[in-house]
């Protein structure tokens, strides 16, 4: 089988060829834990793809919301995506220093505010530079581009929203996050949390869902880790990490296969595993 939505991941034969087109913009989209201590920011200004705009996914966000880099209001990401020039007609590519991680969180905001035409770079940033593509420090200084911000509610979910389908269990959640965090017998890395999982949820981490060079599963390979993991590909789905950005990653992968209802839980664990009065589960 093919993919069902090919367009949506591109390599770096494709980037390479079409970067310079008047349509493409780049965007480098990188982000890390904290506890790795890394500045995504401070790399993106030492090296990027030429032309990349640096799309700083805790900053374009609800800054009031104590939970990290929640969806900011149409406003703000509308005003962020014209000063970087990104806009209405634009083909964007989304790539992050990890591979294929926090660069699937940029697209499904894009996606969420009604940018259709976005794609993620296969490998990303890593398997560029692995081929010996060009990098470079020069500030890109993007041209402003209006941006029309239309929210698609369907694709995100709230607390409220996955404690009643705790019992109603009409989506199905799968859980990003690794197996010791998943089952509980792993810490979390934020402290306060709960370990656990929310009850109901299967558990598919983020990373079996790539060959060994970062690249994404062959579409085969792809159904196959979904369905090992327990997706049923005729039910709404809703996808959950540790702060929605691994969640974004099994939501893309479904996207590629063709699923069509699909959500992140943008709280994730982080909102869940710190309110002492909703359930957690533990174990498989």
């Not at 480098?28 to 201590?37: I, K, R, V």
């Not at 032309?51 to 996914?57: L, P, T």
């Not at 406003?75 to 995506?81: H, N, P, T, Y």
């Amino acid at each position: 089988m093919s993919y069902v939505n090919p367009t949506s991941l591109v390599s770096t034969d494709w980037l390479a060829e079409y970067a310079s087109a008047p349509d493409v913009r780049i965007v480098d989209a990188s982000w890390h834990m904290p506890a790795a201590n890394r500045n995504p920011r401070k790399e993106y200004e030492a090296e990027h793809i030429p032309g990349a705009v640096f799309f700083d996914i805790d900053e374009i966000a609800d800054l009031g919301n104590p939970l990290p880099h929640m969806v900011p209001s149409p406003e703000k990401f509308a005003s962020r995506m014209r000063k970087l020039g990104l806009g209405d007609g634009n083909r964007i590519v989304v790539y992050d220093s990890n591979g294929v991680l926090s660069a699937t969180r940029a697209w499904w905001m894009l996606r969420f505010f009604g940018h259709q035409d976005v794609a993620v770079l296969d490998g990303g940033l890593p398997k560029w530079k692995a081929e010996g593509r060009p990098v470079d420090d020069a500030p890109v200084l993007p041209t402003e581009r209006h941006f029309t911000a239309r929210v698609n509610s369907f694709l995100l979910r709230e607390k409220d929203q996955l404690a009643r389908n705790v019992e109603t269990a009409r989506e199905q959640v799968f859980d990003a996050r690794s197996a010791g965090r998943f089952e509980g017998t792993e810490a979390e890395p934020r402290e306060g949390l709960a370990s656990g999982h929310i009850p109901g949820s299967k558990n598919l981490p983020h990373g079996g869902l790539f060959n060994p060079d970062g690249t994404l599963l062959e579409a085969d390979a792809l159904k196959a880790a979904f369905e090992t993991a327990g997706m049923d590909f005729k039910k709404p789905v809703i996808t959950t990490c540790g702060s929605g950005i691994s969640a974004c990653v099994l939501a893309f992968g479904l996207h590629l296969l063709g699923h069509q209802r699909v959500a992140v839980y943008d709280g994730s664990w982080t909102e869940w595993g710190s309110d002492k009065n909703l359930p957690v589960a533990t174990g498989k």
